[in-house]
Nanobody
Framework: QVQLVESGGGLVQAGGSLRLSCAAS????????MGWYRQAPGKERELVAR???????NYADSVKGRFTISRDNGKKTVYLQMTSLKPEDTAVYYC???????????????????WGKGTLVTVSS
């Protein structure tokens, strides 16, 4: 059973900072891309940032220059450092990971996307 568990959300004033973490656990062989998404009340879930196994990153335009995604492959953890937070950053933030398992003795792999349960970030004005 693969699990992604987020932590680090909370209430912060505009201009402040928060660091989110997401740790993967369970039985699997490797983690490909990892990312953070968010969903604000009444809105659809949107991409915030993604990072490949090789640490290549991409960001939503709305967070470029303010948020930094990173990962520790040994700890199976992805981070999101958020600075200069704005009220419009208020949302539930979800961790996502594409995780591979070896499924037979020939080494065939099966990859699947997993999601965490989310952590609430509230930015007050």
């Amino acid at each position: 059973q693969v699990q992604l568990v987020e932590s680090g959300g909370g209430l912060v004033q505009a201009g402040g900072s928060l660091r989110l973490s997401c740790a993967a656990s369970g039985s699997f062989d490797s983690i490909n891309d990892m990312g953070w998404y968010r969903q604000a009340p009444g809105k659809e879930r949107e991409l915030v940032a993604r990072i490949t196994k090789e640490h290549r990153t991409n960001y939503a335009d709305s967070v470029k220059g303010r948020f930094t995604i990173s990962r520790d492959n040994g700890k199976k953890t992805v981070y999101l450092q958020m600075t200069s937070l704005k009220p419009e950053d208020t949302a539930v933030y979800y961790c996502n990971a594409n995780i591979e398992k070896i499924v037979n003795v020939e080494g065939a792999r099966y990859a699947k996307d997993y999601w965490g349960k989310g952590t609430l970030v509230t930015v007050s004005s």
